[in-house]
């Protein structure tokens, strides 16, 4: 088997909760010497943000690491961290500006420890500008970035995705700045410093929902399931439940009709265009639904896939993980709990075929490498005893 991908870079993980751990959980899944850098017990009174250690949150976000403790807190601890990150590629933190000053983890501070240290930085706002110092939360950023005023239906008030997904595309957006910045300095030999916050993030997600306000003024609106601009694509209602259909274009449209036996609704006016069928939606909608009614979502799922009519299920989680094509792609991999057993978690979504991802192992206890990791750059038996005689470990 080939040597995993990213064997030969070193990341310090000092990020806490989903942004910080989504983003290095793409390193660690290929491979990446990944330390989590935790506080020894009693010293953060937020430790437990990340929720029960042993729950599914934890476990499926902090795989295929090494756990060390370590007290910055104390000038010694920090001392240790500089020892670190001397032998680091890149380190990951989510902390307000101000603390990362006073640990000693602000981008002028490790560059003169290491020229080529990468540093991530995720926040709620950013890292300068007027609410660099206010907390971040998801659903903050969900609200200011504009996700939930086109999420839900019209007159029903705004709505949340049903995930966090301003942290994860934080995190995302942050490896991938990582990333970016890995390839750069093979030609540089300098690190830099990589920023992502929520709420960029969540503003980025929008995509043409923003580019129609940006190009063209239109603030978009509230839909429900409707797409916005290409319709029939919705959750229409079968006899036994729902399916998703989506078409968009005139080509596909003429489809959908031929396969629904429905060819008159090509001819009508007022679903001539795209732009005339978004336009009169609700009517649409009724059409279909009604037409829909008539056979079950299976039924009517092999009818429109024979046609070439993109269309689906919806499914409640445990049906997604049961469906063949899910099973086929190993959306869930295994993995070995010392403590807890055989686990399955969420399994990395990018494919590699010649260094594949893999879940090398289970979440680790709290400072479980400590003692590894310190004899690693250089540290003896009696320097550790030492260090945990004094609390920095």
Avoid at 187 to 201: I, R, T
Wanted: proline share 6%.
């Amino acid at each position: 088997m080939a040597k995993a991908a990213l064997s030969r870079y070193r990341i310090l993980d000092l990020s806490r909760v989903r942004a910080g751990p989504t983003c290095v959980k793409q390193f660690a899944d290929f491979g990446a010497d990944v330390i989590k850098i935790e506080s020894p017990p009693g010293v953060d009174p937020n430790d437990d943000m990340g929720g029960p250690r042993d729950g599914p949150d934890f476990q499926n976000l902090q795989r295929n690491k090494r756990s060390m403790t370590l007290n910055l807190k104390l000038a010694e601890g920090r001392e240790v961290l500089a020892k670190l990150v001397k032998t680091a590629d890149v380190l990951v933190e989510n902390y307000r500006p101000d603390v990362k000053v006073r640990l000693g983890i602000d981008y002028p501070s490790l560059r003169a420890v290491n020229p080529r240290i990468i540093l991530a930085s995720i926040s709620g706002f950013g890292q300068d500008g007027p609410y660099r110092d206010r907390p971040g939360f998801d659903q903050i950023a969900q609200g200011m970035g504009g996700l939930m005023s086109v999420t839900g239906y019209p007159g029903q008030g705004p709505l949340r995705t049903g995930t966090a997904i301003a942290d994860l595309a934080a995190g995302l957006y942050a490896a991938l700045g990582i990333m970016t910045a890995l390839l750069e300095r093979e030609q540089s030999g300098e690190g830099q410093w990589v920023q992502s916050s929520l709420l960029q993030s969540a503003i980025a997600l929008l995509d043409f929902q923003a580019a129609r306000y940006l190009m063209k003024g239109e603030v978009p609106p509230q839909v429900g399931n409707d797409h916005p601009t290409h319709m029939p694509t919705s959750a229409y209602k079968t006899a036994d439940g729902y399916i998703n259909i989506g078409v968009s274009g005139e080509g596909m449209w003429l489809r959908l009709c031929k396969a629904l036996g429905r060819e008159d609704l090509a001819e009508r006016a007022e679903f001539e265009r795209e732009p005339d069928r978004a336009r009169n939606r609700i009517a649409l909608n009724d059409e279909l639904n009604a037409h829909l009614a008539t056979r079950t979502s299976a039924e009517w799922i092999d009818i429109l896939n024979a046609a070439g009519v993109p269309c689906g299920p919806i499914y409640s989680i445990d049906q997604v993980f049961a469906d063949p094509q899910v099973r086929h792609l190993q959306a869930a991999a295994g993995v070995t709990h010392p403590r807890l057993g055989e686990l399955r978690l969420v399994n990395q979504a990018v494919k590699l075929t010649r260094t594949p991802a893999r879940l090398a192992c289970a979440a680790p206890d709290p400072g479980a490498h400590t003692d590894e990791v310190l004899a690693e750059i250089g540290y003896t038996v009696q320097d550790i005893a030492g260090l945990r005689a004094r609390g920095v470990i």
